[in-house]
């Protein structure tokens, strides 16, 4: 009988070493992969477009930086000076992001008085379904309406709004991207959110299996985990900056995404009990930084990435502690499928591409 050679466990230093070589590894992959990327010609439009933010950079900036890559003149103007800005510049567009959480009581009367002016209003939402109780309020107040949720569309054209578009959203490639970052931002498993119940409930079976791995969880609402004091050492309580969430998406060796629920009130104001079938935005940010995100799943998915090939989905909670366990000892395929959910990202699903859509629809 063959005698059997025991393993020897890796020493501090040869664990630290393999690490970094995988790092370099895992850079160099992204940034050869995205050189081959060539970069979108735009054709200007001879536009001028007045662009009212919703208070979040992650998606504010992005959307700002393309509407100046495509239109001739574009002013930003916070949410409470709309109708002065309007009434001064004369637009051709005003375009509202979201019109949720950051936007005056005034708002309405404001959109009102730009339309009396003859200039054209369009909003685009970006946190259907979870607000209809408020977004009701808007449908019929603007010219057009633009939603990233597909069951919303529907819903607004059901109350009378004329013009409404299904228009998803897309990334800032200029934020969310792939880059080398410092040991202090690794970790075998990142997530990044709200504790809403249903992540709760997901994390609260899935956390027991992960101990002995790194993890960093980061968000609020996270003291509702059955083991919280236990598991407290995760996580990173309360608001993250969106440059700290970029560096913890590539330190990660998979980053998870677990769309929050819509039912009514679970943390939610969708009192017309829509039913949410969009990917939210995380999705194409998380690709685009080069990680292998694993994604609960929604209905329009497969439009914009191919599951097991450009990121991998889970069912139930004992599917992802089996795919984070394959992925986590097989490095070579999580990195490959980490870079084809990249490149298709910044191909296809960046703001530059997605206003470009949105002024077309518009006949602009």
């Known amino acids: 009988m063959a005698r ?32 081959t990327v060539a970069q979108p010609i735009v054709a200007k439009r001879e536009l001028r477009i007045l662009y009212v933010p919703q208070g979040f950079p992650a998606i504010d900036q992005g959307v700002m930086d393309a509407l100046q890559q ?31 959480h950051v936007f005056p009581d005034n708002q309405a009367a ?25 977004t009701k309020q808007l ?10 949720e597909l069951e919303a569309v529907d819903f607004y ?27 202090e931002y690794r970790s075998d498993i990142c997530f990044v959110g709200q504790g809403f119940w249903n992540r709760i409930a997901l994390f609260n079976k899935v956390l027991p299996s992960l ?28 608001f993250m900056p969106v440059e700290e969430t970029v560096n913890f998406y590539n ?14 009130g679970l943390d939610n104001h969708n009192d017309a009990g829509l039913r949410g079938a969009s990917i939210n935005p995380r999705t194409y940010e998380i690709a685009a930084c080069g990680t292998l995100q694993m994604t609960d799943v929604r209905d329009d998915l497969p439009r914009y990435f191919t599951p097991g090939r450009e990121l991998v989905t889970f069912q139930t909670p004992l599917d992802l502690v089996s795919k984070i366990n394959y992925f ?13 959910g990249m490149l298709r990202t910044m191909r296809e699903h960046t703001f530059v591409s997605r206003v470009g859509a949105l002024l077309n629809q518009l006949g602009l």
């Open 110 to 134: 404001q959109i009102s008085a730009i339309r009396a002016m003859g200039i054209r209003t369009a909003i685009w939402f970006a946190d259907d379904p979870y607000f209809s109780r408020e």
């Open 70 to 100: 495509h239109a001739g003149t574009v002013h930003q103007v916070h949410p409470s000076g709309m109708e002065a800005a309007a009434a001064e510049m004369r637009p051709d567009l005003v375009l509202v992001m979201n019109g949720l």
């Open 4 to 35: 059997q050679r025991s393993i020897k466990p890796k020493s501090s230093l040869e664990a630290s070493y393999a690490e970094g070589w995988a790092d370099g590894v895992r850079d160099g992959a992204c940034q050869s992969a995205a050189a």
């Open 328 to 340: 986590l000892e097989n490095e070579h395929e999580r990195r490959a499928i980490a870079v084809r």
């Open 211 to 238: 101990e002995g791995r790194r993890v960093v969880i980061a968000g609020g609402e996270w003291q509702r985990l059955r083991q919280f004091k236990r598991y407290k050492r995760w996580i990173r309580q309360g």
């Open 251 to 264: 330190g990660a060796k998979i980053v998870l995404n677990v769309h929050r629920t819509t039912n009514p």
């Open 139 to 148: 449908a019929l107040v603007y010219d057009h309406i633009f939603t990233h």
């Open 157 to 183: 054209r059901s109350l009378g709004a004329a013009n409404v578009s299904y228009m998803p959203l897309g990334v800032n490639p200029a934020l969310f991207k792939a880059k080398q970052v410092e040991r």
